[in-house]
């Protein structure tokens, strides 16, 4: 009888490959967000995807600032999960590496509340 599960989840070699996927999926779309956001005010970007972002800011120049800051923490996570893929044995400093910048962000924005 044949099993009907997709996955061997008793070979680590499947895991590991299918969590470097996801990782780089991940990866990429962090990069490509944060990029963009960084990239509004360069003339780089098309019309089309400075409305998408503008959109989502509402119009506002506070909140056009606040997103390109995340967009250069999504930068980082972006590069930081691309070398983890590379150096997948080191997961707790990949783990703290995208934990500890999220810390930060609630412990400021827990001091203006």
Not at 8 to 22: E, G, L, Q, R, Y
Not at 30 to 36: E, M, R
Not at 47 to 54: D, L, T
Not at 63 to 72: D, M, R, T, Y
Request: aromatic content about 14%; proline content about 4%; charged content about 15%.
């Amino acid at each position: 009888m044949t099993s009907l599960r997709p996955f061997d989840f008793d070979n680590p070699m499947k895991i590991d490959a299918i969590a470097k996927f996801v990782y780089g999926l991940f990866g990429a779309v962090f990069l490509i967000v944060g990029a963009t956001v960084l990239m509004l005010h360069t003339g780089l970007l098309p019309e089309p995807v400075k409305n998408i972002v503008m959109g989502f800011a509402r119009g506002d120049s506070l909140a056009v600032h606040l997103i390109q800051e995340l967009g250069s923490i999504l930068v980082f996570a972006g590069l930081i999960t691309f070398w983890f893929i590379r150096h997948y044995e080191h997961s707790k400093a990949y783990h703290w590496a995208m934990t500890t910048p999220e810390c930060i962000d609630v412990a400021a924005a827990l001091r203006y509340e």
